[in-house]
């Protein structure tokens, strides 16, 4: 239940808690007020990596400075329904992740690759990727309803 009363959508997955090569499965469900006219229902596993860096400021009011970046490592898109009136519908999904998945976001490997690792984190260069599921229904000329849930990927 949501602020404003029953949730448009739902997403529940079979688990939180994910290893490379596991199958996410889960079930999106539909509950909207009224027939809504949708171009698709589909639902994505993304990963976004966010760095922060911290660093001394310059000028008599910074003492210390922060930046902070975040990209999409990965996004996989699962297709569940087409272009069609939508009410109350349940869709059930799987999607598996690829086992070599924590290479994807990693550019340098070897000697260079720990180098220049160490040479971030020496320098205040933190970063994290985060793992997440999202459903989300295409409504033209409206607000999309979508719905996400972060999981672990260890």
Request: a positive charge; glycine letters at 8%.
């Amino acid at each position: 239940m949501s602020l404003f009363g029953k949730e448009k959508i739902t997403l529940t997955l079979e688990k939180y808690d994910y290893k490379p090569g596991d199958k996410i499965k889960g079930i999106v469900k539909l509950n909207l007020k009224k027939q809504t006219k949708a171009r698709k229902l589909e639902v994505s596993f993304i990963g976004s990596k966010t760095e922060k860096q911290t660093g001394m400021g310059i000028g008599p009011t910074t003492s210390n400075t922060q930046q902070t970046k975040t990209m999409k490592v990965y996004d996989f898109t699962l297709p569940l329904d087409g272009e069609k009136d939508y009410h109350e519908e349940e869709y059930h999904f799987e999607i598996k992740i690829p086992e070599d998945i924590h290479q994807i976001d990693q550019k340098l490997d070897g000697k260079i690759g720990t180098a220049m690792t160490a040479l971030k984190t020496l320098s205040g260069v933190y970063s994290r990727t985060d793992w997440y599921v999202k459903a989300q229904l295409d409504v033209p000329m409206s607000l999309d309803v979508k719905k996400s849930q972060k999981i672990v990927l260890s």
